[in-house]
């Protein structure tokens, strides 16, 4: 691959998961703010794991609702700071967050893309601090057009949000899961509550996207409640795009994990820790898939982290990728 560097931006050339290539930033500065997420290679076999190679937006390390299952449990072990919900969140320096931003946004390109700030850290985690991440980094979103923000969250605070405009450079993305499953293993707002917040959001004017991930085929009525919460939502938002995932555990997450309740599900390895059945991961993707074309006539979905054969299976087109994390 070809790499150089303008400014304090280092580009590089990249081949993309429908074949092209295409020049494209590759970190800025040190890469601890702005870096491009490259842990799966481009897909070659059936078995391989497709996912576009977004930025991740690092403007902080941690999470406060410390789901059973979460991936931070595993990543956060290298910290000198054990990761617990005591030590919920490292912000990194404002300044640095914005010279950072300013950095890329000067630097030439005629590509747009998405920054995912909820990769490491749930995006709204910090509201309620006398700087709130949302109120820094919007204002500078609505100086440019080539880049969006991605606010990935399981919160419902998004009082600030309300107040922020304008805000068209900005994507509200809320993670949700059926009751029984929230309830059971989600240490967050209530499932009714991010819905709430969702709809207030997207009254406001922003484009809101649903992640419903992980899908847990629990209880045994579950597809029932993946309907109703489908119905939900289509009850209080119209979302510009729907990603489904399910469940998987790298061993790091499973090692660290408090609550290992929901490790009797993962029955498969894979590219990608420890999985569902494929079958059964299969069947959960259908019904809910289904549901969704069937019952609203919306077929903006993708899978996340999900490898060509299962896109295979489902008549979906893994080349045309539009998940979460892309324009």
């Known amino acids: 691959m070809r790499e150089f560097v303008m400014s304090s931006v280092k580009f590089d050339d990249y081949e993309l998961i429908d074949g092209t290539?295409?020049?494209?930033?590759?970190?800025?500065?040190?890469?601890?703010?702005?870096?491009?997420?490259?842990?799966?290679?481009?897909?070659?076999?059936?078995?391989?794991?497709?996912?576009?190679?977004?930025?991740?937006?690092?403007?902080?390390?941690?999470?406060?609702?410390?789901?059973?299952?979460?991936?931070?449990?595993?990543?956060?072990?290298?910290?000198?700071?054990?990761y617990s919900r005591k030590n919920m969140l490292t912000r990194k320096s404002p300044d640095r967050i914005?010279?950072?931003?300013?950095?890329?946004?000067?630097?030439?390109?005629?590509?747009?893309e998405v920054l995912n700030a909820g990769e490491v850290a749930d995006s709204l985690a910090d509201e309620n601090s006398s700087e709130p991440f949302t109120r820094l980094v919007i204002p500078l979103f609505e100086k440019q057009d080539r880049y969006k923000l991605m606010l990935?969250?399981?919160?419902?605070?998004?009082?600030?949000?309300?107040?922020?405009?304008?805000?068209?450079?900005?994507?509200?993305?809320?993670?949700?899961?059926?009751?029984p499953v929230a309830k059971k293993w989600e240490i967050a707002p209530a499932v009714a509550d991010?819905?709430?917040?969702?709809?207030?959001?997207?009254?406001?004017?922003?484009?809101?996207?649903i992640r419903i991930d992980p899908i847990v085929p629990y209880p045994d009525?579950?597809?029932?409640?993946?309907?109703?919460?489908?119905?939900?939502?289509?009850?209080?938002?119209?979302?510009?795009?729907?990603?489904?995932?399910?469940?998987?555990?790298?061993?790091?997450?499973?090692?660290?994990?408090?609550?290992?309740?929901?490790?009797?599900?993962?029955k498969e390895p894979s590219r990608w820790g420890r999985r569902i059945s494929s079958g059964?991961?299969?069947?959960?993707?259908?019904?809910?898939?289904?549901?969704?074309?069937?019952?609203?006539?919306?077929?903006?979905?993708a899978l996340c982290k999900e490898p060509v054969e299962m896109w295979q299976s489902l008549n979906m087109n893994w080349k045309?990728?539009?998940c979460n994390c892309t324009w």
């Open 280 to 301: 059964l991961r299969r069947e959960t993707f259908q019904v809910v898939k289904d549901y969704i074309e069937d019952e609203y006539s919306y077929g903006k979905i």
């Open 98 to 112: 914005k010279e950072h931003l300013m950095q890329l946004f000067r630097a030439p390109s005629n590509v747009r």
């Open 152 to 179: 990935l969250t399981k919160s419902s605070k998004v009082d600030n949000l309300l107040e922020i405009s304008p805000h068209n450079q900005v994507i509200v993305s809320f993670s949700l899961n059926s009751d």
């Open 320 to 322: 045309d990728c539009r």
């Open 21 to 82: 290539r295409r020049t494209l930033v590759k970190q800025v500065a040190d890469g601890s703010i702005i870096k491009r997420f490259e842990m799966t290679p481009i897909p070659r076999l059936a078995a391989d794991i497709v996912c576009p190679h977004f930025l991740e937006f690092k403007w902080a390390l941690g999470c406060p609702f410390d789901c059973a299952w979460c991936y931070l449990k595993g990543s956060l072990r290298y910290y000198s700071r054990k």
């Open 194 to 209: 991010r819905l709430k917040a969702a709809k207030r959001v997207l009254e406001a004017g922003y484009v809101v996207r």
């Open 221 to 266: 009525d579950w597809k029932v409640h993946y309907r109703t919460l489908v119905d939900s939502i289509f009850t209080n938002v119209y979302p510009d795009r729907i990603t489904i995932g399910s469940l998987r555990g790298l061993q790091s997450t499973i090692n660290e994990a408090t609550d290992k309740s929901w490790v009797e599900y993962l």
